[in-house]
């Protein structure tokens, strides 16, 4: 399974991004999806995460101003990010966790590249 996370960039302060996260591979269902973000020196924390119901958590830093969805046909989570602060400067790494076998409910999780979002005027 690969994750190929895409969607970062420089925007100012104000400004608005949307993160992608497209799963590819042996795939018999994906249960959580989540954004984390890390910035040098500091431990990777949770942004957002969606379950395979749709139920939503979002870090309280965020909230109100991040949006995460996702697209299960295509294996696919996105994170609209709006009202860009300079703080919100970091790599963002997507996470899966799904069952690769229908025969197993072993959970197994998996990790994107990451992607640098840096916002600053």
């Known amino acids: 399974v690969q994750l190929q996370a895409s969607g970062g960039g420089l925007v100012q302060p104000g400004g608005s991004l949307r993160l992608s996260c497209a799963a590819s591979?042996?795939?018999?269902?994906?249960?959580?999806m989540g954004w984390y973000r890390q910035v040098l020196g500091k431990p990777r924390e949770l942004v957002a995460a969606?379950?395979?119901?749709?139920?939503?958590t979002y870090a309280d830093s965020v909230k109100g101003r991040f949006t995460i969805s996702r697209d299960n046909p295509n294996n696919t989570v996105y994170l609209q990010m709006n009202g860009l602060k300079p703080d919100d400067t970091a790599v963002y790494y997507c996470?899966?966790?799904?069952?690769?076998?229908?025969?197993?409910?072993?959970?197994?999780?998996?990790w994107g590249q990451g992607t640098l979002v840096t916002v600053s005027s």
């Open positions: 996470k899966f966790t799904l069952r690769q076998d229908s025969r197993s409910t072993y959970l197994n999780v998996y």
């Open positions: 591979g042996s795939i018999f269902s994906i249960n959580d």
């Open positions: 969606i379950s395979s119901g749709g139920v939503t």
